[in-house]
């Protein structure tokens, strides 16, 4: 019941934030300068999750206008030791996606390290939302489809207290989808 209320509850604050930037962001079709032929006429969220055996990672989100495209706001949780790692010192993020001739990219990444010290993986706010990249669309970002984003997956890497290196690629899935056309 509480996944069934959050998840509604997320589609509801993705489509406010999808209709309020259709409102703050309105475009004169004279003044649009994207081609016609390229153009992606609908605004497409999805919102993926994704679960590992160390790491879990909820409510990443991929967000497709007519011009360009976001991704992020997902939040990471540890589902270890908390003790094995409040030492730690490197941590890093990395969103990978399959572009259409199938071979995974990296769209966004994030790496956090301290040389005098521990950077509190668990009380980490970039854990709780990973922050967010929006930009023009990229070469061939136009030929993606639903698909591509259900390819993505999340790789962590950090350090336990005595400094080994551990790495892990959480696959996502599609939980919710909303399209306006």
């Known amino acids: 019941m509480r996944k069934t209320f959050v998840g509604l509850l997320s589609v509801i604050i993705a489509s406010n934030v999808i209709w309020g930037w259709l ?20 605004v497409r969220v999805y919102e993926l999750n994704g679960t590992g055996n160390m790491w879990d990672v909820s409510n990443y989100k991929i967000i497709v206008t ?6 992020g706001h997902a939040s990471i949780t ?14 890093k993020l990395d ?3 399959k572009d259409p001739d199938g071979n995974y990219g990296k769209v966004i990444s994030h790496v ?9 993986i668990l009380n980490n706010d970039n854990l709780k939302n ?10 061939d970002e136009l030929k993606k489809d639903r698909q591509n984003y259900a390819s993505t997956f999340l790789r962590v890497t950090w350090n ?6 551990h790495s892990e690629d959480i696959y996502l899935t599609i939980e919710n989808e909303i399209i306006l056309e």
């Open 160 to 165: 336990d207290n005595d400094g080994k290196l």
């Open 130 to 139: 990973i922050g967010y990249v929006t930009s023009e669309y990229a070469y």
């Open 23 to 42: 409102y703050f962001n309105k475009v004169d079709d004279q003044t649009n300068h994207v081609s016609s032929n390229t153009a992606n006429k609908a």
């Open 112 to 120: 956090a390290t301290s040389h005098d010290g521990s950077i509190t």
């Open 78 to 91: 540890f589902k270890g030791d908390p003790r094995s790692i409040t030492d730690s010192n490197y941590y």
């Open 66 to 71: 007519p011009n360009q495209i976001q991704r």
């Open 95 to 97: 969103v990978h996606e």
